[in-house]
């Protein structure tokens, strides 16, 4: 049976970012990380941003990054922990994603 030309698009979601500060304010590995940072300005910051409908995702992307830089490492989270945040991020059609390192990447 041939290919239909003009397939059924599905609707694209868009990105929750309410849910997603909420899911990962509740996170207790977000906690323990952000908790863990010299800096709350550095926190509330990124924080701010997920508040917003930012697109400037190279900076929130290096905010993150030098945030983790400066987390004690046995605060900073583990893979599984880091694999959650994902999972949050993807649920809530997030246009970022977290690597194994729990560093803000870009979602695929």
């Known amino acids: 049976m041939p290919l239909?030309?003009?397939p059924i698009s599905q609707p694209v979601s868009l990105p929750n970012w309410s849910l997603f500060k909420v899911e990962m304010f509740l996170n207790p590995a977000y906690r323990r990380v952000t908790g863990a940072v010299t800096n709350p300005?550095?926190?509330s910051r990124i924080e701010?941003?997920?508040g917003i409908l930012?697109?400037?995702?190279?900076?929130?992307i290096e905010m993150w990054r030098l945030m983790?830089?400066?987390c004690p490492d046995e605060s900073k989270p583990s893979a599984a922990e880091?694999?959650?945040?994902a999972n949050i991020a993807n649920d809530c059609?997030?246009?970022?994603?977290?690597?194994?390192?729990?560093?803000?990447i870009l979602a695929e």
């Open 93 to 104: 059609f997030m246009p970022l994603s977290f690597d194994a390192e729990g560093l803000l």
């Open 82 to 85: 880091a694999s959650e945040w």
């Open 48 to 50: 701010m941003f997920f």
């Open 54 to 60: 930012g697109k400037d995702y190279q900076l929130i």
């Open 68 to 70: 983790l830089l400066e």
């Open 41 to 43: 300005l550095t926190i």
């Open 4 to 6: 239909d030309p003009n």
